[in-house]
């Protein structure tokens, strides 16, 4: 969106900025001086500390004075939880809500973002929550569609040297994104020598097994030699899991859980067929007396179980066969992550470094689903098999049917390999230059998306024609042709390409003005000018329409063009610390973004912290956030599919009197949105450390977030149920009156309200005979998640409640009780999610009614780890995550393709093994 007016005014406001800023700056240091010279109390000499930069600061300073919630990860804790990956890592983070995971993302409700995994702090959107490598950005996942940041997969796993976690507003300190919180991976800065790992894991019941292999090396000293070099290179292979390998789904069948989520197209096929042709099948004794369906099946009852099964209460009815799609596909991704960081450091001299870092990662993931489903009218009766197209034939009746409702079994399974590459580069100088403490570099972050179609994918005409003139039969096993004709006409295509690419210059420096009271009044200013671009590329056989399952249903070639689009973004920010008393210090930070599409904001910070007494420290800060539309946000491909979910339409129930009649996964159009403006946020937290002594720590935080203009769809469930307010803006009808199509549109919509407690708590023992005993606990407390999703809507609490496309859970944590002794240590965790009211928008055919409300039960693992320190050079580890084999609890949930259960917070794999050896030179 163009904003002229916003442009000149945003032009005047930055040169007024800047002068502010500048007062400001100087008028809180001169209060600050007149503090330290009116207390006229003079530093004592203190033993001088290393001083470190924390996430959400520019400043460096003595770690522990920090007055941010912040939790940091360290590399043995993460050994400790037994994960390997970035995106297990903060599966164990409370303040975490409803992350893509790989569970997720094999969904349609991802909107083409297969292999997408990303953070999702306070349940604010993956968009919300900014991800650093190194504290620098990396590219956003190439791939367009609902969701905007960096893909975990691009994070190098095995070079992580600590996390650091910042559950706070950010953007006065690093810019869009940041409103949820900023997660920092950290990997080393030099190194000498070598380490080597392997693992080894699987499950009890077979499937997801995992091996990894870690190699990092480095030489050179920077003190004797004035250099190091170092890398670290990853490589994770996870093997797939099938539905078929898990006896809780095998428990849940579709058929007696969710039977409206059942599928009517089958193998062998459902046929549809007229009244008048159930009538003339009911009087030559085909169907039986009193049949009222027009769906029917020559299999049934018998059917092809597993998947395709009698269900009397299915889309298929009394007469035709339904098909179970959890009895058919993988609910885990096959997948090979390699990745690797490298980092080269020159000392020029005491005072100047000049460094290069270079990230690669490649994730590629294959999905597989169940087969194809493709629906074909208006056939000939001479299709059919013999018994019904002799009933059919003659005595006036008509020479075609309505169609077949198809499986493509004798395809395969749909199948698709998505490629993730992430690659930055860096190269960049720190050091002290007349008294300011400089980091200056330039950046190049890369991510490429692939989506290739290599198995159950056909050309639509050509499958078209092969029912048509027999050469495929829908009704059973095709002949030796049949299946040569459907291997010659599948799709082998990189149907998606996609590329996003943020290039550009950063730098800060800070400084100490002069001392006050209680230690060094410090400030820091930075800026930043980058260039962003995406590219989205289509095959030319997708823009044609012709590949049988992604296609517009209309049969004409789509709209879908190749795209890139470009922006500049440039930015200033200061940051002010001032300790005014050794109990009082203070914060201000202030920044300006300018974006080229979408204009200018200021957003302000301030913080305090006040230590009572050396036990007890309260912190407290207030600020302004903001969240810019993203590239996709704002030019992304108008693309065609369905609803995520099952959905009843409330015009049509009053009209037809049949929920089973109107109740459907409509068709949906998505669209992106050139008029949309940033999202704004207002943001407090209020927080108290405690700690008695060294063995005890209790930090409580209380934090509140207001959003507004949120950028969103406005939701299929939404849309669907409020006809009176939407039809003919998002809702498109036929002349029968049933929906036709549904437009999810872009939009600045509405608000959201959240805030809550995040709690930590951690004791550790003093050395005993029997070893050191410790217990941590990281919990988040929700109050309440409060979201208007329109103008034309009331605010909805979504805490508890499964709503649109997500829940957020009341209360969540991490539970680790320790033990070391030696070279040995242990731990048990306990991982916990509460209960909520399930999504209910599934309705049970028998009854023709919706769901009754249900709560989905608490869920909670166990994990059980172990390491023993061989020797000074190797170590062993191992453990059992999920050691009670916890399955997830049933959900009606209907957004996700996966079903019985939520893959959004929940762990299909079961009880895994699994161990380690790490060995260093």
Known sequence: MNFPLNKRLAIR???????????????????????????????????????????????????????????????????????????????????????????ASITDGTSGQRGFNGA????????????????????NFASPGDNAGADLNNIPAGAIARVEILKDGASAIYGTDAIGGVINFITRKDYSGVDVSASAGGTQEGGAGKRTFTLGGGFGDLAKDRFNVFGVVDVQQLDGLRSSQRQFL???????????????NTYPANIDISSAQRSRLIAQGVLPAGSTRNRINPSSPACNPPATVYAVQGPGGPLACSYDYMQDTE??????????????????????????????????STYRLSPNPQRIRNLPVSLLPEKYRTALTGGGQSSTFGGIRYRMAEAGNRTNEVTSDGQRIVIGATGNLAGWEYDAAYSRAENRAVDKYVDGYVLFDKFDAGVRNGTINPF?????????????????????????????????????????AGGELSLAVGGEARREITSFTPSALLISNNIAGDRDGSGLSTKLAATRDTRNVSSVFAELNAPFTKALEGQLAVRHDRYSDAGATTNPKAGLRFQLSPEVVFRGSAG??????????????????????????????????????????????RRSNPNLKPEKSQQFSLGAVFEPNRQWSVALDYWNITKKDVISTLGEQIIVESPEKYNTRYIQ???????????????????????????????????????????????????????????????????????????IQRWRHRLSLGWDKGPYSATIANQYSSGYLDQNTTYDPVTDS????????????????????????????????????????????????????????????????????????
């Open 733 to 807: 009808r036929d002349r029968d009156g049933f929906i036709s199509n549904i437009l999810l549109q872009k939009e600045n919509q509405g608000r959201l309200k959240t805030s809550g407690f995040d709690i930590a708590a951690d004791w550790r023992g003093a050395v005993t005979p029997m070893g050191r005993f410790s217990v941590g606990v990281s919990g988040t407390l929700v109050l309440n998640y409060d979201r208007q999703f329109g103008p034309l809507e009331a605010d909805r609490s979504n805490l508890g409640v499964f709503l649109n496309d997500q829940v």
């Open 13 to 103: 406001r930055e040169s007024t900025l800047a002068i502010a800023t500048r007062g400001a700056v100087a008028a809180l240091a001169a209060s600050c001086s007149v503090i330290a010279v009116a207390q006229n109390a003079p530093a004592a000499d203190a033993q001088k500390l290393e001083r470190v930069e924390i996430t959400g600061s520019s400043i460096k300073r003595i770690d522990a004075e920090t007055a941010l919630p912040v939790q940091i990860i360290k590399k043995e804790d993460i050994e400790r939880m037994g994960v390997s990956t970035a995106a297990e890592l903060l599966r164990n983070i409370s303040a975490n809500t409803a992350p893509l995971s790989d569970g």
């Open 476 to 516: 059973g096993p095709s002949s030796q042709a049949g299946i040569d004709y459907i291997n010659s006409i599948k799709v082998n295509d990189e149907a998606r390409k996609s590329k996003g690419v943020s290039e550009g210059v950063d730098f800060k420096a800070s400084t100490s003005l002069s001392k006050l």
């Open 331 to 364: 609910i885990y991704p096959e997948s090979l992550k390699v990745s690797g960081v490298a980092r080269a450091t020159f000392q020029v001299n005491a005072d100047h470094q000049l460094f290069a870092e270079l990230m690669q990662a490649t994730a590629e």
């Open 250 to 264: 095998r428990d849940r069948p579709l058929a007696s859980t969710l039977p409206a989520l059942m599928s009517s």
């Open 120 to 139: 999702n702090l306070r349940g604010l959107g993956v968009s919300s929550t900014l991800v650093l490598l190194n504290g620098r950005r990396l590219a």
């Open 624 to 669: 302004s956030g903001f969240r810019a539309p993203s590239l996709s946000d704002l030019n992304r491909p108008t693309t065609y599919g369905t609803a995520s979910s099952f959905l009843t339409d409330p015009q049509c129930v009053k009209k037809e009197a049949s929920i089973d009649l109107c109740t459907d996964q409509w068709a949906v159009e």
């Open 850 to 921: 919706l769901l009754p409300s249900r709560r989905v039960k608490p869920y909670s693992l166990w994990d059980l780890t172990g390491s023993w320190q061989v020797s000074k050079q190797m170590k062993l580890s191992g453990g059992v995550l999920n050691v009670l084999n916890t399955p997830p609890p049933f959900s009606n949930q209907a957004y996700y393709f996966l079903a019985t259960y939520d893959p959004a917070y929940t762990d299909p794999r079961g009880r895994y093994f699994f161990a380690r050896l790490s060995y260093s030179f």
